[in-house]
């Protein structure tokens, strides 16, 4: 089964200042990897996504994020935090084994994003 | 406006009184799913719908019971609610599958007592 792992569950950056929240998966094919983004009393927003190709994937509000394949990673990143980008980030992958597979999505943990004026 | 909806939003229960969580969209979609959310386990899915009368269970099924009879609803019924079961709930729709992106409800706020 495929599982997922956001190490840190709490960051604290200042505002201007660059971020990268890690996540970590175990899948033994490829995977397909999500970040979804959720404000306090908010539901889900979908971030950015990775099916194939360039492992550099960009996504909304100025983030990006980069599969690596060796390190079993797909670690979220913006060059300039605004207070704005304050939420709970969550790291996500979906399987592509056929049939009702498709549906099955597994969750990070989650980090939460405090920004520092 | 396109949208998921849930009712109710709150909801405080006695445990083994059955209730029904509903779970709505307008998009035609057809992927619903259903997650809850605790504290420092982020959101695990509890069951989803590929399609009208097709579910499959999620991670954690155990507890709840689904059904989907029409494309636009996708109802999470609790036959007999335990206190483990008070949590947040979120549905979500996506116009394919669960590959793609997901839309979510605003949340359903559960206690069971």
């Known amino acids: 089964a495929q599982s997922v792992t956001q190490p840190d569950i709490h960051i604290t950056v200042s505002e201007g200042a660059s971020l990268e929240l890690r996540c970590n998966y175990s899948y033994g094919a490829t995977p397909y990897l999500f970040w979804y983004v959720q404000s306090p009393g908010q539901g889900l927003q979908l971030l950015l996504k990775y099916f194939s190709g360039d492992t550099l994937v960009q996504g909304i509000k100025g983030f990006e994020a980069e599969f690596k394949r060796s390190q079993s990673s797909f670690n979220l990143r913006k060059p300039s935090v605004h207070w704005s980008d304050a939420a709970e980030y969550f790291c996500?992958?979906?399987?592509?084994?056929?049939?009702?597979?498709?549906?099955?999505?597994?969750f990070g943990q989650g980090t939460i994003l405090t920004v520092h004026p | 406006e396109a949208q998921v909806t849930q009712n109710p939003r709150y909801l405080i229960t006695v445990t083994g009184k059955k209730l029904t969580v509903t779970c709505s969209q307008n998009?035609?979609?057809?992927?619903m799913s259903w997650y809850r959310q605790d504290p420092g386990l982020g959101l695990r899915q509890i069951y989803y719908?590929?399609?009208?009368?097709?579910?499959d269970k999620g991670d954690v099924p155990e507890g709840y019971k689904v059904s989907r009879k029409e494309k636009r609803n996708f109802p999470l019924i609790l036959e007999s609610p335990s206190p483990n079961q008070t949590s947040l709930y979120f549905c979500?729709?996506?116009?394919?599958?669960?590959?793609?992106?997901?839309?979510f409800g605003p949340g359903t706020r559960l206690t069971v007592t």
């Open positions: 998009m035609n979609h057809e992927y």
């Open positions: 996500a992958v979906g399987i592509n084994a056929g049939g009702t597979s498709y549906g099955k999505l597994t």
């Open positions: 979500a729709s996506s116009p394919v599958t669960g590959l793609y992106e997901q839309y």
């Open positions: 719908s590929m399609n009208v009368e097709v579910t």
